[in-house]
């Protein structure tokens, strides 16, 4: 009765051990990667080849489905130091095979990791989520030195489609920069640059395929009179806004003299009340903007005062609204 025990447990330990045998952690296979992409993108995915034991040929096919994913290169990563890898079958068809096989080796080929890496483009209306990418191969084409069959398991991967990013614009934070909306329909204002580097580009940061570009004023900077222009991820011009630097109304970048003799005439000749709109045109209202350096939506002596202290270094014009 005792022998009959032992041979029970003895029994009982092999077939403890079995799962863990089976278990795909540590048995050979072959495996697809996974990589994440925007619609649209391209993508690179690894197979690989993982707990070899010992063989001197495989034959594997991806699969895919070609309606989401393009394959548009296959390389091999010559992860074997021996034989010869052979990328096959044309890249529109739904299944690419990748063949391995050192026929003259005298040794087993014991090497793991990545043997191919695959580019696959993802279609522009690819659903969010796991675009399979499965691996088989062919059983009597795995073999080991002797001829023998050798058995693999298989890991599929994937082409993670992400969430395209929704697409913006926005100033830097801690610029001190800001928009300013006008009385004037379509007319919007970015003031807050910095009075010694009057680049509104410095601020900029666009998101998700936005993009901007400066239209530079009259003496090619992007002080007072240059146009930000915001273009969605289309290409289309969302928004415009006019640059202004406080007491440089014609925009050259430096408050000086003739400042103050533009402001001057601005006094005399328009300057009132509210609203801007009565007196200058579009296109003249970033100069007019910029000279009124109080921004008390008025132009008098007082914004004249504001640019003497700033020439006389007592105080610089405030390029924020909010320092009034
Ligand atoms: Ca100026
Ligand atoms: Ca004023």
């Not at 391209?42 to 070899?52: S, Y």
């Not at 040794?107 to 659903?127: C, K, R, S």
């Not at 273009?231 to 928004?239: F, K, L, S, T």
Request: charged share 20%; net charge negative.
């Amino acid at each position: 009765m005792k022998k009959l025990i032992s041979a029970f447990l003895a029994l009982m330990l092999v077939l403890a051990c079995i799962p863990l045998q089976a278990s795909a952690e540590g048995s050979p296979t072959f495996a697809v990667g996974t990589a994440e992409a925007l619609p649209g993108e391209t993508v690179e995915i690894p197979v690989m080849i993982e707990n070899n034991p010992g063989i001197i040929g495989f034959l594997v096919t991806i699969s895919f489905d070609t309606t989401l994913l393009t394959l548009q290169n296959a390389v091999s990563e010559s992860l074997f130091s021996e034989g010869t890898m052979t990328l096959g079958g044309s890249y529109e068809t739904a299944t690419y095979n990748i063949l391995w096989e050192n026929g003259t080796g005298s040794n087993n080929a014991t090497e793991n990791g990545t043997f191919a890496t695959l580019t696959f483009l993802v279609d522009a209306d690819a659903p969010v989520g796991d675009i399979p990418v499965s691996i088989s191969y062919s059983a009597k084409s795995t073999f080991d030195v002797d001829l023998n069959a050798v058995t693999f398991g298989t890991r599929a991967g994937a082409v993670t489609v992400a969430q395209e990013e929704e697409g913006g614009w926005s100033f830097t934070e801690g610029s001190g920069l800001y928009t300013y909306e006008s009385e004037i329909v379509g007319t919007q204002f970015v003031a807050g640059l910095d009075p010694f580097s009057p680049v509104i580009s410095d601020y900029v940061e666009t998101t998700g395929g936005w993009s901007f570009d400066v239209e530079l004023n009259d003496y090619d900077m992007e002080s007072t009179g240059a146009k930000l222009v915001i273009y969605d991820a289309d290409g289309n011009a969302v928004e415009e806004y006019w640059s202004v630097l406080f007491g440089d109304p014609n925009g050259d970048g430096i408050v000086d003299g003739t400042d103050q003799s533009i402001l001057s005439y601005l006094i005399q000749n328009t300057a009132l009340d509210e609203p801007w709109a009565d007196f200058v045109t579009t296109d003249e209202f970033p100069q007019t903007f910029a000279a009124d350096c109080n921004h008390d939506f008025i132009l008098d002596g007082t914004d004249y005062s504001f640019i003497v202290y700033q020439l006389q270094g007592r105080e610089m014009i405030p390029q924020t609204m909010d320092e009034e």
